[in-house]
């Protein structure tokens, strides 16, 4: 079946530095691709997606590209805030919609 | 903008106590998923629900878990005798159909079992 491995946190960054969140995953055919994130007290919100190969998805100024050839989904953002500290979980679903595979989610904290 | 309500926002129950948790799904939408995160863990699947019927569960949703449409807009789920590993925060989410789209969640129903 189709599964999502993603990177232990946390990552603690300080403001304005890099962010690269690793994700890759395993499935059945080529699935969309997702990162939704989680601040902290509420639910998940989609972040981003991509449907197809080659794909960027981008939001609030995160990117992640859909890379077949390496089975990967990166989320990287090139100045992290303060306001970005939240838990970010990368996911696919399953060939049949009836589930989708969370990644074990990676936390970011952003010190000013 | 179109979203996924669930209630209670959180509840606290007394161990072997029942406790319905419900949501109500985003019109239209066809597939329904329960979900559960334990403090700061995982985000575990529970059970999927389409076309009024349950399409997968997880070896967590055992007997004393169940789901239901009773009135066909809401979409519940019962823990018949709650146990205190049953604490958590619990996720309802809704896909309006198959294809490229993602899952929308609610802000989900904290459970707190004494």
């Known amino acids: 079946g189709n599964s999502v491995t993603q990177m232990e946190g946390p990552v603690t960054l300080s403001e304005e530095a890099f962010l690269t969140i690793n994700c890759t995953y395993t499935?059945?055919?080529?699935?969309?691709l997702f990162w939704y994130v989680q601040y902290p007290g509420e639910g998940l919100q989609l972040l981003l997606k991509?449907?197809?190969?080659?794909d960027k998805g981008s939001n609030k100024g995160f990117e992640a590209t859909y890379r077949k050839e390496t089975t990967s989904f990166h989320l990287e953002k090139g100045s992290v805030q303060v306001s970005d500290s939240a838990v970010y979980f990368c996911?696919?679903?399953?060939?049949?919609?009836?589930?989708?595979?969370f990644g074990s989610g990676t936390k970011l904290n952003v010190k000013p | 903008e179109p979203e996924v309500t669930q209630t209670p926002s959180h509840q606290v129950t007394q161990m072997g106590q029942e406790v319905i948790l419900r949501c109500v799904p985003i019109?239209?939408?066809?597939?329904f998923y329960w979900y559960r995160q334990i403090l700061g863990q995982k985000v575990e699947f529970l059970v999927s629900f389409y076309n009024n019927e349950i399409s997968e569960k997880s070896e967590i949703f055992d007997d004393q878990f169940s789901v239901e449409r009773p009135d066909g807009s809401n979409f519940t789920l019962k823990i018949r005798s709650t146990k205190l590993e049953d604490s958590a925060m619990y996720f309802c989410?809704?896909?309006?159909?198959?294809?490229?789209?993602?899952?929308?969640f609610g802000q989900g129903t904290r459970l707190t079992v004494v």
């Open positions: 019109s239209n939408h066809l597939y």
């Open positions: 499935a059945t055919g080529y699935p969309s």
């Open positions: 996911a696919l679903p399953a060939y049949n919609f009836n589930k989708f595979y």
């Open positions: 989410a809704t896909l309006p159909g198959q294809g490229d789209t993602e899952a929308f």
């Open positions: 991509a449907t197809k190969a080659d």
